[in-house]
């Protein structure tokens, strides 16, 4: 190989090595960008926060209850006071066998003449009940009851005196429908069951038949809210009853007194009951699942985004082993290269010396 020959092949190795460096910092460089990702990821890790389930403890609480006949009483808060007493406040519940309930919708039918329209469900027509006169009521007449009787299938059934009784009672289903569902005109039909053989009555507000909406056929296009006499629970808060409470050797209350030292004062046996919120358990619940499944979502995310990143820096641990081996090579040949070039001028020197 001749000297220019030997130099422009060193100067070529020599910008192949510089060439193989660069691209080696390079990489380093693309290698510590990916270990801070690495490293972000691994702290995001460290700093999410595992859900934990609820406790069922943490819903339950200790109920203290005493019985007055139908009434059940359930203590709501307890307040000492200086002089031993307590000051107390308690929920009394019953069922009340004769208030007004939803009795369900139905498709209702109308029939004749604005400002004198009928109202049916299936056959039975309904009939407005207004508020009489108890009076007025034992005054009606044979033929004023007959009318009223008119052709309803159920007060056909009734005696006069029956007839007048029903009337009064149906003052009473008025005031009680005004008190739960507010003042309106209602309107009434009977209905037997088949079984028992008995009536109930069913209500519907006249101002609801009249604002709704009705077919050609006549028959409304949505469903009518009624009202029936039934059984519902019902609450009243008692507060600021004084009482002396009895415990026994653990601190729990086995009797209360209430009024003590007064003509009405009584004792009640207490029952102590561990009482869980179910509902506001189950949502703690659903929430914790819900938590948890975006807790692994994102423990998912993150690994894979983990792995991507693995699998670029072993490409490019790869890519640099073959940058060092090239190195190697290319270091190997300058070698060579340089012993040709110091053998050209040495032997040039002696020609020309």
Known sequence: MGMAASQARFLGLTARKTNVEFEGQQINQQRTTL??????????????????PPSVADYSKTVYTFEDGSLSNSISSMIAQADGTYLISY???WTDDF????????IVTRSGNEGNYTYRVGAKELRQMITRDEGDIDNLSEEELETL???????????????KNLLKEENNYIQLLNEQYGNANW???YVQNTTTGTWSPYFVKKEVLDSAI????????SNIPAYTVGSAQKTEEVKGVIARLEQ????????????PGEDDQVTYAVTTNTVTDQEAYDDAMNQYEYDKAQYDQSIQEINAKIEIIQAQDKNLELRLKQLD??????????DAVQKVIEKNTESTFKTFG
């Open 325 to 334: 081996t090239e190195q190697d090579a290319i270091s190997t040949e300058m």
């Open 99 to 106: 208030a007004m309930i939803s009795a369900g919708q139905s």
């Open 248 to 259: 026994d050797a653990t601190g729990r209350i086995i009797n209360v007194t209430l009024n």
């Open 91 to 93: 929920t009394s519940s």
């Open 35 to 52: 270990s801070n990702q690495s490293a972000n990821y691994y702290n995001d890790l460290l700093g999410m926060s595992v859900p934990v």
């Open 214 to 221: 009705y077919s050609d056929t006549g028959s409304s296009q």
């Open 187 to 189: 309107m009434v039909r």
């Open 149 to 163: 009787r008119g052709n309803d299938e159920y007060l056909k059934t009734l005696s006069d005196d029956q007839l």
